[in-house]
């Protein structure tokens, strides 16, 4: 494959990812915060485990939408 | 196939200027800065729009059926709108569920006794930024914006409310 081919191919992938996999907006969340969207099926046990995991990685969230609240995690 | 350099790179210019469109308009609605203007559909009927309000002290409230602190603001929505409806206060709370008998259940549980809009398509929440959910803007007659909140806790409830007390001090003229 020629360079200039390989680099119109990264061009390419480069406008893929900026346009299309956007994440969603905080209104766009309904699907998210459903239950059946946490990876586990305990409540509290999840809780229970994301504070453990919190204090030994020093990093939170991405664990679903955990019903609404500021965005701020 | 054999891609020139002088054709290379207008495609690029063209790919970046794409990628460029992509990119969300990015400020959110700040303090002193208009409140975008909106007309949707209300609870009840007939439309609920930002240039009928005006006059009024508006509390907007942007709020969805599966968010948790919402659940927590009505009551207290429902609370300010008694208290400060005859000094010009209108609560307007706009609801972004996709599907709007999600809301109405909701509503069925947990009655407003306020202005309840409903934007499914997010027209509204994109125009003013949103940063969370949910997320309130108090707007003053003119239509500018004084304060914005985001999410709702209890312990809230006596900033918020000392921040409308403030902005119906400093409106008299707000229509009741």
């Not at chain 2, 008694?82 to 706009?94: C, E, I, N, T, W």
Request: aromatic fraction near 8%.
């Amino acid at each position: 494959m020629s360079r200039a081919l390989r680099l119109a191919a990264l061009a390419g992938a480069a406008l893929l990812c900026t346009g299309c996999i956007s994440p969603p907006k905080p209104w766009e969340k309904g699907e998210l915060a459903k239950p059946a969207m946490t990876m586990g099926r305990d409540p509290l046990g999840e809780r229970f485990d994301q504070h453990i995991a919190s204090s030994k990685e020093a990093a939170s969230g991405g664990y679903g939408v955990g019903g609404g609240g500021c965005g701020c995690n | 196939m054999n891609l020139h350099k002088s054709k290379l790179l207008p495609a690029l210019a063209l790919a970046a200027a794409a990628a460029g469109t992509f990119v969300p308009a990015a400020h959110a609605v700040g303090v002193n800065q208009p409140a975008p203007a909106f007309s949707l559909p209300r609870e009840g009927g007939g439309t609920a729009s930002l240039d009928g309000l005006a006059g009024h002290v508006v509390y907007l409230d942007f709020w969805a059926s599966w968010c948790g602190p919402c659940r927590q603001s009505f009551p207290w929505m429902n609370e300010i709108q008694a208290k400060y409806a005859a000094r010009g206060l209108r609560v307007v709370a706009v609801n972004v569920d996709a599907r709007q008998s999600d809301a109405e259940g909701f509503l069925a549980q947990i009655p407003a006794q306020f202005t309840v809009a409903f934007d499914p398509k997010g027209d509204t929440p994109r125009l003013y930024q949103l940063k969370g959910m949910p997320t309130s803007f108090l707007i003053n007659p003119d239509g500018m914006v004084l304060a914005v909140h985001q999410s709702f806790h209890e312990e809230d409830r006596k900033a918020l409310e000392a921040s409308i007390e403030a902005a119906l001090d400093a409106h008299p003229e707000a229509r009741p």
